[in-house]
């Protein structure tokens, strides 16, 4: 078990169990990118990353099947980056979250 109580490990829960969310679909996407790809953002699009994941299912769900954008800008740039890395990554080990 990870003790780890420094307030990156905190955030880092934290972001994980928000990225987990009522639709699979979401999870497939949000928690590989989580896990692969935050620590090597900016800060400003780990800012984004953390914004994006207190919308609603409904919204993120919308976005990231590339049905719409969002009008905010840095919420455009992660959920392209979250696109992106789910059509370029093989996260076929997540299909049994």
Sequence with gaps: MNDDNSPAAILRKRLYWHSRRG???LDLL???FLEQRF???SEADQLAYQ???EGED???FVWLM???WPEEP???RIVQMIVEHAETTDNS???TL
Excluded: V
């Design 30 to 32: 949000l928690i590989p």
């Design 58 to 60: 409904q919204d993120l």
């Design 23 to 25: 639709m699979w679909e």
């Design 66 to 68: 590339h049905r719409e």
């Design 93 to 95: 080990a997540y299909r």
């Design 51 to 53: 914004q994006l994941i």
């Design 74 to 76: 840095s919420q455009r």
């Design 39 to 41: 620590d090597h953002l």
